[in-house]
């Protein structure tokens, strides 16, 4: 047998035990709920496969419930969520809703490819996984996958267990994410503070999420925001990113473009090759780690500038260190320091900058500070490090020295 008929066998093997909609491509509504509510009733269904560039238009949420892992091939298609459910504003002025255009109520892995989903009314993309999850985590991948214009989230994946996204319940399990080639763009823009991507993660589990060459930019909330509380990190590794031109909706709380928060014990485990953070209205990227645990943080070809507020800025708190490395990295013209570490409670900074640039930026074009408490009088820890190699500061409000808090400074 040559190679390609044992592909063509693997193929067809893998046809016959999992592509049994196969057949019936999904080329309208009707279509797709057919596709959605048999893979519902029978496990045994995990592809559902779209007619190549279908243009679907929805009046109502499709629900996956099922409990297998389920793959969308969207083949090009495009689904227009504008009419797919609603939501209400309450007192706070708070977007309430359950609802989004494409909703996946599970805990088995979701993979979609070559779809995209437009002017959704709530939400475009949804997972919800159960409270009661637990076992192996749950693994999304969206490959070629775009959200584009909608009201709320673009994209929610939500681990949380309370209704109104507060406190720290959620399931025993953690999300694995894997996106490539996408864009998440003019979400965000229907009620204030919702993201083009937000993930929330809670009690026991990580988020470990790997994004390739992927376009975030322009959407009224942060463009991602990754939310992890309890136990676990959150793991990040960004390769040909950009987040842009986020933030905007919101004029008295504005955005940034990628926001992370880490509580509970766990570390934020950060690194971007290749990224571009310009254009936000809070922060370009904003990392707020707190109680047990570091930030670890790699930085290599990045690029901030023009941000509102701070280009590049961590917050450590509580016991644990702040370990940076940045390499090629420029920052500049942005609305408040260039790049801001803040180091607080038991723990250190050791940092090393290689080829980084900090210009034009209004405050400091570099600040470090570590801090047992913040603006304490007398020094009791060991000062921290940051190593500098042809780093240029230039045409930052507050001079252009490194500014620093019990840190040495070497070359
Ligand atoms: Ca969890
Ligand atoms: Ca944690
Ligand atoms: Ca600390
Ligand atoms: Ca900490």
Redesign the pocket.
Known sequence: MNNLSLVLGAIALMSTSSCLYAQTQVNDEASLNAAIAAANADSSIRTIVFEKDADITLTAPVIYNGSQKIQLIGNGAIIDGAAAGSFVLDDDLTAVTKDGTLIFNTQADVRINGLTVINSATRGIVVNIPETATGDDISISMQNVNVIDSALFGVHIDDNADEFDDGATGSDIGINLYINGSVFTGNGTGAIDFDGFRVDERAEGNINALIVNTEIDGNGGDGMELDEGGNGNVKATLINTSFSANGFYNEEDLDDGLDIDEAGAGDIIMTMINGKVNDNMDEGLDLD??????VKLSLIRVEAFNNADEGIKVD?????DIKARMIMVDVAEGGDDGIQFTEI?E?DINAKLINVTAENNKKYGIKMEQWVEEDEEEIVEEAGSLKVRNVVLAGNGKGDEIKTHNIVVAE
């Not at 780690?289 to 570091?294: P, T, V």
């Not at 450590?316 to 644990?320: P, T, V």
């Open positions: 780690e707190e109680n047990d645990g570091d450590e708190e509580d016991a644990g409670g723990g």
